[in-house]
């Protein structure tokens, strides 16, 4: 029996989530394993209406859970960054979540910028470290408001928190067994302090632990350039903070778009939040017409992280007959159906298979 927490969110959240949950009890029907859900209101409107953002007991409750399901976080009348850092970044430090996994895989029939790239090419994984970097906010202001004004905000990195990162990308990167190939993204050679650990830590543990994995170095800005030109060159990424925080949003166009765009936010010994990386979307909110499918590919992703491969492999199955066989584009009002359709026809399929 898993124990889920539910946290829909804002904005297109609660449509997407309700699809995602949707696909899922009809896999968990088909594979015969159990689940309960628990849902929570935090968001934009629980904010507006309370003044809270974030209970100081939901970390703690949290932690009892199998895992979190997320739907978006970002509300139009609530300034940016208070809902993002008061419950995501709050989320993720609290619960050490300091892997953000990222897979970029380009769906038979869907769309690409990449002239000549297809699902052959674009199928690599970013491991983006989460919980150190430029995001910790370490920094401040010296004369706020004048023109003597000075802003500093420190990029933290701690060889632990390196070195874990770097770990689970070699593991990660031995268990999905395709070119066994580890690329290092960092700028080594302007950021020579937190990225000379970078490279040491990455060199060190690959020789002395991972043999059988090839490790290759990429600066931030070549990386960028490669994924565009060259995409099949890459199998999994590991970064720190920030690179990945960018590099991870130009995979999502060259795999399609953020509709299809799903991301996990791990602890590997405790509980893991999964979500849709596109954001709630509120322009489109209760219209129907917001694509479901980067959620429906979050909870595969929190399948396969909970052990359950034959019940994330069935999922995975039908998004990629939907994207071939049915949607006529992955944005918003174009699919060709609406939002619970889709959530409809993933189910569906899913159970006759």
């Not at 895992?67 to 978006?72: E, F, K, M, R, V």
């Not at 699902?119 to 919980?131: G, K, L, Q």
């Not at 004004?149 to 070699?170: H, L, M, P, S």
Request: charged share 25%.
């Amino acid at each position: 029996m898993y124990k889920i927490a539910v946290i829909p969110g804002d904005g297109t959240g609660p449509e997407v989530t309700a699809e995602a949950l949707k696909v899922l009890n009809a896999v968990a029907a088909k594979v015969g394993f159990k689940y309960e859900t628990q849902t929570y209101d935090f968001g934009g409107d629980r904010y507006l209406r309370t003044g809270e953002v974030l209970p100081e007991s939901a970390p703690d409750e949290l932690r009892s859970f199998d895992a979190i399901l997320l739907g978006a976080i970002g509300h139009p009348d609530v300034k940016p960054g208070i809902l993002e850092q008061g419950i995501l970044l709050k989320l993720r430090f609290s619960l050490d979540q300091y892997i953000n996994l990222r897979p970029v895989k380009l769906y038979p029939g869907v769309w690409t910028p990449i002239k000549d790239k297809g699902p052959e090419d674009i199928d690599f994984v970013v491991v983006r470290e989460n919980t150190e970097g430029a995001y910790v906010g370490m920094g401040g202001f010296f004369k706020k408001g004048t023109p003597d004004e000075i802003a500093i905000q420190e990029d933290v990195n701690t060889r632990k928190g390196v070195e874990r990162c770097i770990r689970y990308a070699f593991e990660y990167t031995r268990k999905r067994n395709k070119a066994r190939q580890l690329t290092l993204c960092a700028k080594t050679n302007v950021l020579t302090y937190g990225h000379d650990l970078w490279d040491r830590v990455f060199h060190e543990v690959g020789q002395a632990d991972y043999p059988d994995i090839k490790r290759e170095y990429a600066h931030v800005d070549a990386t960028c350039m490669w994924m565009v030109k060259n995409p099949e060159w890459f199998d999994v990424i590991v970064t720190p903070n920030m690179f990945g925080d960018i590099i991870t949003d130009l995979g999502a166009m060259i795999q399609g778009g953020m509709g299809i765009a799903a991301g996990g936010n791990i602890n590997p010994n405790g509980v893991s939040m999964f979500e849709p990386i596109g954001g709630s979307a509120p322009k489109y909110t209760g219209k129907g017409v917001i694509n479901p499918l980067a959620a429906i590919c979050s909870m595969q992703m929190m399948l396969e992280h909970l052990g359950e491969e034959k019940a994330a492999g069935l999922v995975e199955s039908a998004v990629a007959w939907a994207t071939s066989e049915k949607l006529k584009s992955l944005s918003a009002g174009q699919m060709g159906y609406s939002t619970s359709e889709v959530g409809d026809m993933i189910a569906q399929r899913v159970a006759d298979s």
